[in-house]
Structures are given as C-alpha cells and as structure tokens.
C-alpha cells in the first residue's frame, strides 16, 4: 500500500521547540507507513487585505498546493495564552482568503505539547472551532496533549515510554483516518 503522503504544520519558530521535538519524533515513528512533511509559513507577511489585494504571497501560494497535495494535515503546536498562536493563525488566515482554499475536506488532526498541565487542550478547542469555517475533516480521537512536556522531552528526545505508545496509537488512528 502505498504510504499517505501527510504535511505538518508546526506552530513554534524556536529552535528547541517541544512541539518540533514530537513532529521529529512522530515523522521518525512513521516512516514507510506515511510520508510525513513540513509545511513552512514563517517567511508568511502578517495578514493584511492590501497585501492580498496586490497579489497572494508566493510563499502562501506554495504551502497551499502542499497542502493540496497531501493526503492529510497534521498541527503540531504549542498553546499561547490559552489559545492559538499568532504565527499559526496567520498562515491560517492567509491561507483561507485564497480563491481556492485547500482545507476543504483535509483529514487533520492536531498534536500538543506545554510544559504546563494541561498540555496544550485550551488551544487545541479553539483550533477545531477555526476548522470548522476552514472545512477540514478532524479527527476527533485520540487527542494528544501531552503534559509536563519538560520533564518528557530531554534535549529533543521524548524520554517517556507511555508518551512514545500514546503516539503511536494516534499513529494507528490518523493512518485509518486518512484512508
Ligand atoms: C506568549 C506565550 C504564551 C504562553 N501561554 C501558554 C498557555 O496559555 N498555556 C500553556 O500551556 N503554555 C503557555 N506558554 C508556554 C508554552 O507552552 C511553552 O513556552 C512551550 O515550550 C512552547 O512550545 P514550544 O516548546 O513548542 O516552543 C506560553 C508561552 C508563550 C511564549
């Protein structure tokens, strides 16, 4: 079977992000049973409708036929003030103000990590609730939001077992999801 082909959008710039650290992690996971890619936005003007009126930036013009592309979309992504963060929304919003938006219908699921609690779950609802105008097709189970994300990843490794078995579960979910 051939793998899905599946394009990540991950919602930190920094270098040592936890949420790069699981997209790293995942990507290794399922490697030969999906082609997992990144999607880039950071070099994405921040959204401004004069800009549009000119011309749609190359670089959102690319990352839309990525996405077009692809078989599904996984969001890796920190929470930011109990929600999403700025760089992330605003390739969302660029995104969905092309003439011909490439979420409708994309199998998506969303993946975070925080230090903090509750892993990134505030941040993941309002993410669904911006799915629902994009059109996309979400995953609803299982959620990942992992917790406690400093003491699980150690200079990029995930160092917990229990945090590896849950995402391949996911794994094993998105791969039924997408086909
Ligand atoms: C502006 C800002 C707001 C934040 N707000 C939250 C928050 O609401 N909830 C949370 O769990 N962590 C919050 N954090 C902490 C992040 O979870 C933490 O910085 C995390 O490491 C960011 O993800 P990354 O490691 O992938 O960059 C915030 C961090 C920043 C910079």
């Not at 219908?105 to 609730?129: D, E, F, N, T, V």
Request: net charge positive; hydrophobic share 45%; charged share 20%.
């Amino acid at each position: 079977m051939v793998a899905p082909k599946v394009l990540a959008l991950i919602g930190s710039l920094r270098k040592g992000s936890f949420n790069r650290s699981v997209f790293n992690f995942y990507k290794e996971m399922a490697a030969g049973s999906l082609e997992l890619f990144e999607g880039t936005f950071h070099e994405f003007p921040l959204y401004n409708a004069d800009i549009q009126d000119i011309g749609f930036p190359p670089s959102v013009q690319t990352l839309a036929n990525q996405i077009k592309a692809a078989d599904g979309l996984l969001i890796f992504s920190p929470e930011y003030n109990y929600s999403i963060p700025g760089v992330l929304k605003n390739a969302l919003d660029w995104l969905s103000r092309l003439p011909e938006p490439p979420f409708k219908g994309k199998p998506c699921s969303i993946l975070s990590a925080s230090p903090g609690k509750l892993g990134g779950a505030r941040m993941q609802y309002h993410l669904r609730q911006v799915a629902v105008t994009l059109d996309l097709k979400m995953m609803n189970a299982p959620e990942v939001m992992i917790s406690g994300a400093n003491k699980i990843i150690n200079e990029g490794q995930i160092i917990d077992e229990g945090t590896k078995k849950f995402l391949k579960v996911h794994l094993d979910a998105f791969l039924k999801f997408v086909r």
